[in-house]
């Protein structure tokens, strides 16, 4: 068997989809029942800022991209065992189906879009997003899984597994649906706590919290482009082999 022939196999795909569910699934799990044990011997100013509710939590993009990782992993699995991995099946099942339909339309843009903007509001001035406070209570292996590790595994699942993107229009409906929704949800939550989810949104003025919004609408659309154009380059001439086969 050949390295290629190796990292695309079976067996190596299913253990990578069990290694990544098992570490998000257990972030989730701390983020939720420790981290709430152990904020509360610390400092007020950390009590303030770490999110010990799901409502709280769910105020996050990052932690909304972690529900969807876990999500699609265990989708993975799933279709692993029941359903298939074959490049071009005549009747893909339907576990395969909404597990093609789930990597292209959010997995992978929101992965992406979460880790890029993270870090790079990161590496400008970190108490825009992640305040030093929260270093004592937020350990730095979890914020890594919630925005390191979930690039990582979503793009290595890109040159492991193929998936067949949907029709572009229904992919970007969907995608544009939820970023939109989400949007929508932080301003909801601003008008009821009176504070921005983020606090870069607390430095910017209105016009310039409006270009910022659109720019994330556009990057995670772009971000889909991207995913699909991968796809397709990556997996190009063994899904020309397969459907040569199959005729």
Known sequence: MTKVELYKSRLFVTIIHLCALGQFAYGL?????EIQRSYKLKTTASRRLVPDSL???VKFLSYWCLIIQALYYIVSLVNDFVGTNELAPKRPPAIRQFK???????????????????WSLYAIDRELVFPKVLDPVFPSWLN??????????????????????????KGLTGLTIFMGAYLVWIHIVKHYSGVWVYPVLEVLQLPQRIVFFVAVIGFT????????????????????????KSN
């Open 29 to 33: 799990y701390y983020s939720h029942f």
């Open 144 to 169: 890594h899984i919630l925005h390191t590790n979930i690039v990582v595994f979503i793009v290595l699942e890109l040159f492991t597994s193929y998936r067949a993107y949907p029709k572009r229009s």
């Open 55 to 57: 409502p709280q939590k």
């Open 221 to 244: 659309l772009a971000l889909y482009l991207v995913g699909e154009f991968l796809n397709n380059t990556v997996w190009a001439k063994e899904v020309k082999l397969a459907k040569r």
């Open 100 to 118: 093609d339909w789930l990597m292209a339309t959010l997995a992978f843009p929101v992965a992406l879009n979460v880790g890029v903007t993270f």
